[in-house]
C-alpha cells in the first residue's frame, strides 16, 4: 500500500485554495480535514478537494475550532494558513499535539516566537517548514548551483526588487491586514519572499542593515513601501527594494547577482525572464523553460521528508533559515524607526514595536 501523509488545514481563507490545489496533485497526500468558523469556506474548499480527487465531500472532516482538528488521530501534517498573527501559537499547539507543520510565511511576528518554534520543532522531533516555495523554481535551482559551484566568481553585489499594487479594498476585505500587531507590513507578507532568496543565494551571514519605509495615502498602518541596503560579512553589498504602490497592477519581481566572474539578472511577472545570465568560466547553460507548480513541489519535498524518501534539499525553508530572514526584515523596520544602521543580530524585536511610526499629514511621526 502506497505511503501516505494525511493533512489537515487549519485556515480556509484566500490562500487555502492554493494549498488544496497542491495536495490534491501529489499522490502521497490526502486531505482528512479542515478547520476554519466559517462553515461555507470549509465547504467550498472540501468540494474543490472533492472534485480533483473523485472522493465524496464527506471524507473531509470539518471543525469549526482547530483544536478538534489537532485532537484528529487521522492527522499527520497540519497546514497553518489563517493571518499572520495566529501563525506562531496554532504552529506551536500542533507540535504540542504531536503534528507536522507547513506554515505559511512569516513564521512569527516577533523573534521570541520564532525561537520558541524551533526549538519545540527540535524537542518533540517533528519536522517545520516555512511557505518559501520560490526557491523550487528552476531559474533558483540552477542559480543557485553555479553560484555554489563558484560560476560567478566571489558575489559583490545582490539586489531583489518587487513592484506589486494592492488596492484599498485588499487591507478593508480583512480587519487583521496593514496593522502592526496582527499583520506586519508588506515587508513580511510580500517582501521576505524576495529577503529569503536573497539571503539564499548570497550565503553569508548579514553583517547590518540600514532600511527605510514609507507609506501611500491609504489608511494602513504599516508601511507599503520599503528600501533596504545590506552589508554581508564577506563585505558584498546587498538591496531591497518592495512596494504595493504600484499603478495599476502587479508590474515585476527582480533578482541581480553581481560577481567578480559573472552576472544572473532575472525578472518579469513571475521572476521567471531572463535577462543576462554570465560566467567568464562556464559556457551559457541550456535554461529551464518547462512551466512548473513550484508550490506542488514544495509539498512533494515536505512529504518526502516525512516518509524518509530522500534528504532534506537546501531548498527547503526549516525554522532557522525561516528565522533568518524574519530577523532582517525586522532589522529593516527597526532601522527605519531609529534611522539609524543596525548591526546583527537583533536581542528582540516585536511588530508591535512598530506602531505610531506612520507620520501625519505634516510628516510627522505620530509618536
Not at 62 to 79: C, M, S
Not at 85 to 94: E, G, R
Not at 95 to 112: C, T
Request: charged residues 20%; proline residues 5%.
Amino acid at each position: 500500500m502506497t505511503a501516505l501523509v494525511r493533512f489537515g488545514l487549519i485556515g480556509c481563507g484566500s490562500i487555502a485554495a492554493k494549498h488544496i490545489d497542491s495536495i490534491s496533485a501529489c499522490g502521497q497526500a490526502e486531505l482528512v480535514a479542515l478547520a476554519d468558523p466559517a462553515t461555507d469556506r470549509m465547504d467550498l474548499l472540501a468540494g474543490q478537494y472533492a472534485q480533483a480527487r473523485s472522493v465524496p465531500p464527506s471524507s473531509v472532516a470539518l471543525y469549526a475550532n482547530p483544536r478538534e482538528l489537532l485532537q484528529d488521530a487521522r492527522v499527520d501534517a497540519v497546514v497553518i494558513a489563517v493571518p499572520s498573527f495566529m501563525h506562531a501559537p496554532w504552529t506551536m499547539s500542533s507540535l504540542r499535539a504531536g503534528k507536522h507543520v507547513l506554515l505559511e510565511k512569516p513564521i512569527a511576528l516577533n523573534l521570541r516566537d520564532a525561537d520558541a518554534i524551533a526549538d519545540l520543532s527540535v524537542r518533540y522531533g517533528l519536522r517545520v517548514q516555512v511557505c518559501h516555495q520560490l526557491r523550487y523554481r528552476p531559474l533558483l535551482r540552477l542559480a543557485k548551483s553555479w553560484i555554489d559551484q563558484g560560476a560567478l566568481g566571489k558575489l559583490r553585489s545582490g539586489s531583489v526588487s518587487i513592484l506589486l499594487n494592492r488596492s484599498r479594498d485588499y487591507f478593508a476585505a480583512s480587519g487583521w491586514r496593514g496593522t502592526w500587531e496582527k499583520d506586519g507590513g508588506m515587508l513580511l507578507n510580500q517582501g521576505v519572499h524576495l529577503i529569503d532568496l536573497l539571503l539564499w543565494l548570497m550565503n553569508e551571514r548579514v553583517e547590518s542593515v540600514y532600511g527605510a519605509i514609507g507609506w501611500g495615502s491609504s489608511a494602513v498602518e504599516t508601511e507599503e513601501t520599503a528600501a533596504a541596503v545590506i552589508r554581508f560579512a564577506g563585505g558584498a553589498i546587498g538591496s531591497v527594494e518592495v512596494t504595493t504602490l504600484c499603478k495599476p497592477n502587479n508590474l515585476e519581481q527582480s533578482l541581480t547577482l553581481v560577481g567578480d566572474r559573472g552576472t544572473i539578472r532575472i525578472g518579469g511577472a513571475k521572476l521567471t525572464d531572463v535577462y543576462r545570465w554570465h560566467s567568464d568560466d562556464l559556457p551559457d547553460p541550456m535554461l529551464p523553460t518547462a512551466d512548473i507548480n513550484e508550490h506542488a513541489l514544495m509539498y512533494e519535498h515536505f512529504i518526502a521528508a516525512l516518509l524518509g524518501a530522500s534528504p532534506d534539499s537546501d531548498a527547503d525553508v526549516l525554522p532557522l533559515e525561516a528565522r533568518t530572514s524574519l530577523e532582517v526584515a525586522f532589522a529593516v523596520y527597526e532601522s527605519a524607526r531609529t534611522n539609524e544602521p543596525l548591526r546583527l543580530p537583533l536581542a528582540s524585536f516585536d511588530t508591535s514595536r512598530m506602531a505610531g511610526t506612520k507620520p501625519n499629514a505634516q510628516g510627522e511621526r505620530y509618536r
